[in-house]
């Protein structure tokens, strides 16, 4: 499975692709930092926009890895190369579980490049092992619930246009209704605000912030297990996606 | 099978041949029957027997890497040692004159490129049965014939292989068994000296007269056709060779020597040609068209 793992890193990480996948969200930081902090004067427990911002742009490294999984999947059946991996020395669920993996590594990857983009911006206090534990652990499970959830989309479509645009969507929608970029207030529509919280990025958001400033609370246990409980269903789904997989070309 | 044995997989298109392969490579379970891959029944074979297999597909599979980058990094899923891999990819490189385009994206290549790519990639790790999807279409004749020769060298090493093929001709040359699938059927199995025999059909006789028949000759070596049941299909009739098909050929060069001594003419060369298997492959499944799809009595 470590092969298939080394295989998807190798063979469609191309350097502009890398550049910008982890680039991207770094140069959010500094711009939107800069920009939105004009707009929203005190946010978060420090006050700060950009310390509001940074935690929750870690969280959306999840994000990010998980859409790298469904990308790699989907390129290899568009060029048909899991039919060639599956006619192989590998199990399905080898190629999955080294799915998924990948997305996670490649999440706790941009967390790290988030981390030291964001250390000078917001000069970050060293963190308990506990508290690490439970960020990387929340963005473990983050990678396995939306990957798990992309992989299983993938797997029942046939054309091209129609997943990634479902997975441009999907991405920008969890993204922006959540608490990634600014928090649920009094003033947030009520609507808007289910949405928010039925988002399980707004778990994962919330928890991470909490991490990075040392309040972790019960409300964090909870997005925890929702997270889990998620990452449990998606991965079942994506199981099953693959036990009815079609082979053959797709469009 | 058994070791060093080629054995060709023939059809019309449709008839089934890659979805044959898809089954026995165990990427789709089989719907009914069975069938045994190094002695495990293909539903309970798994990773242990694919691990002994080689496959290349019909459809063209690739990695966003460079063609050598490709065949290394197929090398490594396999489990290749990476000094093996590094000198095998040297030799396939070579050996399908991909070496000029070893740092092109595969992508980029031409259709036979890729086609002699995705051969080369599979012959990257070791294997005891190779299965090949019509691994020669869209190359062109020099190549087929290098790949086929190099093939043909490895069978001789003890690899078996299953290939299937729409060029009757490579089968003839290749194989050591060849079986006609028509509608998900084996219609037919056995060497292509028999498959030929069996199927045979009408064969084209080339008599040369002395000189050009008249039309009154014409009309007596029809008439003489038609009274065995032959109808007179000349190919061609030129400067005394006169070219027909019949199904009885040998009865009928005897008959055509004794009426050409009656009528006073010199019958200076009569030679039936030997059947193709392409001709033998139009027969059989010409008379399964006549009976019908998926109709019984395969031999």
């Known amino acids: ?251 | 099978m058994r070791p060093g044995e080629v054995f060709g997989l023939l059809g019309r298109n449709g008839a089934g041949k890659t979805t044959t392969v898809r089954v026995l490579t165990t990427l789709l379970p089989p719907t009914e029957g069975r069938g045994y891959l190094f002695g495990t029944e293909l539903r309970h074979a798994g990773r242990e027997q694919r691990r002994r297999l080689g496959v290349v597909l019909q459809s063209e599979s690739l990695d966003f890497v460079s063609v050598e980058t490709n065949l290394t990094l197929y090398a490594f899923l396999w489990g290749v040692p990476r000094e093996v891999a590094k000198s095998r990819a040297e030799e396939m490189l070579e050996l399908f004159e991909l070496g000029p385009m070893r740092k092109r994206k595969p992508w980029g290549l031409s259709g036979g490129e890729r086609r002699r790519f995705q051969v080369a990639r599979e012959l990257m790790h070791d294997m005891e049965l190779l299965f090949l999807d019509e691994p020669t279409v869209g190359l062109d004749a020099l190549t087929r014939r290098r790949i086929l020769d190099y093939l043909a060298m490895r069978a001789r090493g003890g690899l078996a292989i299953v290939f299937t093929t729409h060029i009757l001709q490579e089968a003839d040359q290749l194989c050591d068994r060849i079986g006609v699938l028509q509608a998900g059927r084996l219609r037919a199995v056995g060497p292509p000296s028999e498959i030929k025999r069996r199927y045979r059909g009408a064969r084209a006789v080339e008599a040369e007269f002395e000189r050009p028949l008249s039309e009154a000759e014409r009309r007596a070596v029809g008439a003489l056709l038609a009274a065995r049941g032959e109808s007179l299909a000349i190919l061609s009739d030129a400067r005394g060779v006169l070219t027909f098909r019949a199904a009885n050929a040998e009865d009928l060069v005897a008959e055509l020597s004794r009426w050409a001594h009656g009528a006073d003419l010199d019958l200076v060369r009569i030679s039936v040609r030997e059947t193709t298997l392409e001709e033998a492959f139009v027969t059989l499944v010409s008379e399964d068209a006549t009976e019908g799809p998926g109709t019984p009595g395969a031999p």
């Open chain 1, 1 to 251: 499975m470590l092969r298939l793992v080394a295989r998807n890193f190798v063979a469609t990480l191309d350097p502009i692709t890398l550049l910008v996948m982890f680039g991207q969200p770094a140069f959010l930081i500094v711009i939107l930092g800069t920009m939105f902090s004009q707009l929203i004067p005190s946010v978060g427990a420090s006050g700060s926009y950009v310390a509001y911002l940074v935690p929750g742009m870690i969280a959306s490294q999840m994000i990010t890895g998980a859409v790298l999984a469904g990308r790699i999947f989907w390129l290899d059946r568009r060029w048909a190369m899991v039919e060639q991996i599956f006619s192989g020395p590998f199990l399905r669920a080898e190629y999955l579980a080294a799915l998924l993996l990948t997305a996670l590594l490649f999440s706790l990857v941009g967390v790290g490049i988030m981390v030291l983009v964001a250390l000078p911006l917001i000069g970050l206090t060293p963190l308990s092992p506990f508290e690490g534990f439970v960020i990387l652990g929340t963005i473990a499970l983050g990678s396995l619930c939306f990957g798990g959830l992309l992989i299983a989309i993938g797997g029942r479509i046939r054309s091209a246009n129609l997943y990634f645009t479902i997975q441009s969507l999907l991405q920008y929608f969890l993204i922006f209704i959540s608490t990634v970029y600014y928090p649920v207030t009094a003033k947030t529509p009520v609507v808007l605000r289910a949405i928010v919280y039925a988002n399980p990025l707004t778990y994962a958001a919330n928890t991470v912030r909490d991490g990075f400033t040392h309040s972790f609370g019960p409300s964090d246990l909870i997005g925890a297990s929702i997270l889990a409980g998620l990452a449990a269903i998606t991965f079942g789904l994506a199981v099953l996606s693959f036990r009815s997989l079609e082979m053959g070309p797709v469009q």
